[in-house]
């Protein structure tokens, strides 16, 4: 079947052009010399095409180019759209790469902008994945549209690429952030579009691309997936699901590749499974080569389940990683808060204990969970103290009267403890936020003393905001799990006994009702 072409434009001249040349090729050209007749088209799914070509300004309508991507993006998701304008701006180019535009260019010689047509017509093929002869879909946990409420569900099988692999999924854990999302807490409460959950994965490779080579990953390796990185996210039409994020197309020569978070193209940078993008809780998903982890068979023995750790111990390693950067840590002489006793914060205080023997570490506990100081004591001894803290009251004396050279945030409440954590620092001392606040609103305010903000700048106490782990955090976190950390704290950081997919729904149902935020393990066989 010949490449079919949707082209947009009002020049008659331009239009014609165009289409002559593409036909000559030996492609199908649909044209529309205005924006009517343009969403015509669009909105005429039984008129199917594979690659738009589109203006960016129309006698009609100034933004017409605009308004035609955002239904394609809206209609037809799988199809590639590349605007062509004799107008460009830079500001234009973010707005519609922002929006899902494969391209953005000025009006250039034709072989180039059939080069990119080609480029683009590639990107929307991909190899269907079918595990047996005959099977069409799969199990996911999701949450259906326009509802904040976790479903298990059946879901089409995903698609795959030359770089591409597709992992059976095997353990997906569960920390508060999704707790609060699957109780009705998304940040996305008007999503029009199903949603596959889950951000915390351990995967096995069942199919691989062809450009994926064989001493990079092998048939029946784990895998553990990197959950931030610079893509595009795209969905198929009416109610069906597309597994594939679509790379950046400045991945492979950004400098920012190791670290997502430092990447000045925010609009192509997105967090899979933590509430806009699709998840690795399905029964199978695909990604590209280069955003999973191998996991070692000497790790995968001694680790087994609790691999799925990875990606939270990646955000306590990070948040570390970035405290020594601005300020190097002095043993025997410092002192660090966590703040927070659930598995980030206890994770931070595992690498502190293993890293940097001799920093003195207090944990401060805001949760219900009455076996924490217990878990504390058997894990830590005399290393970390445990002090209970009343979510929403004053420090209690230990902190309030102690003085830290390192505080990290990981208690899931900002908006209370960050105004807190300001009156009990040291002269050049640095705080590590890792948690954002809970409120619905975006316009929520934090309040923040005088006496506190003016110490701030006269101590020069450096702030850092922190949980975009890049690869490099991912890999040192697995190593350091086989390596350094005792397998007894990482067991009790998770329930004793692995949930199955089919009772997730219940299992995080029963875990936000008792507040019980140790973290669950769903065994996806």
């Known amino acids: 079947m010949p490449m079919r072409i949707f082209i947009a434009d009002d020049e008659p001249g331009v239009l014609q052009e165009f289409q002559t040349f593409f036909e000559l090729r030996g492609c199908s050209v649909i044209p529309a010399p205005s924006v009517e007749r343009a969403l015509s088209i669009i909105r005429d799914l039984s008129t199917p095409f594979d690659v738009a070509i589109l203006d960016k300004v129309f006698p009609e309508e100034a933004q017409g180019g605009l308004h035609l991507l955002r239904e394609i993006r809206r209609l037809r ?54 595990p047996d002869l005959g099977v069409s879909d799969m199990w996911a946990l999701a949450m259906p549209a326009g509802r904040d409420e976790l479903a298990l569900v059946r879901s089409p099988l995903p698609r795959y690429r030359g770089g591409e692999i597709v992992a059976k999924a095997r353990f997906l854990g569960v920390c508060g952030t999704d707790v609060g999302t699957f109780a009705g807490k998304s940040d996305n409460p ?4 199903p949603l596959i959950e889950f951000h915390e994965a351990v995967g096995e490779v069942v199919a691989k691309g062809a450009d994926v080579p064989d001493d990079l990953f092998a048939l029946g390796d784990w895998v553990v997936p990197v959950v931030r990185r610079c893509q595009k996210w795209v969905r198929e039409p009416g109610d069906a699901w597309d597994f594939h994020l679509w790379e950046c197309d400045h991945w492979h020569d950004c400098p920012s590749r190791h670290h997502p978070d430092m990447c000045p193209r925010r609009p192509g ?22 955003h999973l982890i191998r ?23 990070k948040a570390i990683r970035e405290v020594e950067r601005h300020r190097p840590f002095r043993r025997l002489r410092d002192q660090a808060l966590i703040v927070g006793a659930g598995p980030i914060g206890l994770l931070c205080a595992a690498i502190l204990v293993k890293m ?3 920093v003195g570490i207090a944990i401060a506990d805001l949760g219900e969970c009455p076996a924490k100081s217990d878990l504390v004591a058997r894990n830590f001894a005399e290393a970390v103290r445990f002090i209970k803290v009343q979510r929403g009251a004053d420090w209690p004396k230990e902190i309030a009267q102690s003085r830290f050279d390192v505080s990290i945030d990981a208690s899931g409440d900002i908006a209370d403890v960050f105004p807190k954590l300001c009156e009990v620092m040291n002269p050049e001392s640095v705080i590590a936020l890792l948690s954002v606040s809970d409120a619905r609103s975006r316009d929520a305010t934090v309040s923040l003393k005088k ?36 397998p007894a704290l990482l067991g009790d950081l998770v329930w004793p006994a692995p949930v199955c997919y089919d009772r997730a729904v219940a299992a995080i149902g029963c875990m936000e009702r008792t507040r019980e935020y140790i973290k669950i393990v769903v065994e996806c066989e």
């Open 295 to 317: 996991v070692t068979p000497q790790q995968r023995e001694k680790l087994g389940r609790l691999c799925v750790l990875t990606e939270p111990l990646s955000v306590s390693w």
């Open 190 to 193: 008007n999503r029009d579009y």
């Open 451 to 486: 006496k506190s903000f003016d110490g701030i700048v006269t101590s020069g106490i450096k702030i850092v905001g922190s949980v975009c782990a890049s690869r490099d955090d991912m890999e040192n976190s697995l190593r350091f799990m086989h390596e350094r950390c005792d």
């Open 77 to 130: 998701p799988h199809v590639q759209c590349m605007v062509v304008t004799a107008f460009p701006d830079v500001a234009a180019s973010w707005q519609y790469m922002n929006m899902g535009a494969f391209t953005y260019e000025k009006r250039t010689d034709r072989k180039a902008i059939l080069d990119l047509v080609t480029q683009a017509y590639a990107l929307k093929e991909g190899v269907p994945f079918q």
């Open 356 to 358: 940097y023997p001799g």
């Open 269 to 290: 940078y997105l967090s899979r499974g933590t509430g806009k993008y699709h998840g690795f809780g399905s029964q199978y998903f695909s990604d590209a080569a280069e």
